[in-house]
């Protein structure tokens, strides 16, 4: 069953806001805030040359075997954290606002819904809520995320698994026509996806 979260915090987001703006000052955020405006261009550039975009309103839960949808949840996000560094910002909200890290993955999809994207991804957790305090590329306020129940960090994730693991497709039969380069991810099927969380877990 698909867990939706509408509350996220029981914190004042401009405090959040605050103690993120001090980590935008120091030396290690000045390289992160480069990168995040170039990958924002760079996304803004690659949607603009092709009708597919794959977000979180192409995701179909219906379409995930029932497995995978219990592990599934909706999540509210409060876009604080700079764009497409999100295993930073976690790390930052954890020390300087007490949360706790949580590794799993983002899930997007095609128009259709039958092509999916699991991406690596981190969000935190407080008071037993997980919330999204990274901005999306799209602007979007919700994310499907799927929790690994891991210590792991997304850095310790990489060491052992291979940067080209951090982004796994399942295409069940897309309609859509993807005009755009596909290569460098992770081509499995939903059974190979399950093994990997269970090989994650089993060893954590």
Request: hydrophobic letters at 35%; one cysteine or more.
């Given at each position: 069953?698909?867990i ?21 000052g120091?030396?290690?955020a000045?390289?992160?805030i ?6 924002a ?8 040359r ?33 764009v ?67 210590n ?40 190979i ?12």
């Open positions: 069953m698909l939706i979260q509408t509350t996220i915090l029981n914190m004042n987001t401009t405090e959040l806001k605050s103690k993120y703006k001090v980590f935008l120091t030396d290690e000045q390289p992160l480069s990168q995040s405006v170039m990958m261009i760079q996304w803004r550039e690659i949607m603009s092709s009708n597919i975009h794959f977000d979180t309103k192409g995701v179909n839960v219906k379409k995930i075997n029932k497995k995978l949808q219990t592990r599934i949840s909706l999540l509210p996000i409060t876009p604080i954290g700079l497409n560094q999100c295993h930073t910002n976690t790390r930052v909200f954890a020390e300087e606002c007490g949360m706790e890290k949580v590794l799993g993955f983002n899930i997007c999809a095609c128009p259709c819904g039958r092509f999916m994207n699991y991406e690596l991804h981190s969000v935190n957790r407080k008071d037993g809520m997980m919330c999204d305090l990274t901005k999306d590329f799209d602007n979007l306020r919700e994310k499907y995320f799927l929790e690994l129940k891991t792991m960090t997304a850095l310790e994730y990489i060491n052992k698994y291979g940067r080209y693991k951090t982004i796994a497709s399942i295409n069940k039969g897309c309609s859509c026509k993807v005009d755009w380069n596909t290569n460098g991810v992770w081509d499995i099927d939903e059974h996806l399950q093994e990997h969380i269970k090989e994650i877990e089993d060893n954590a």
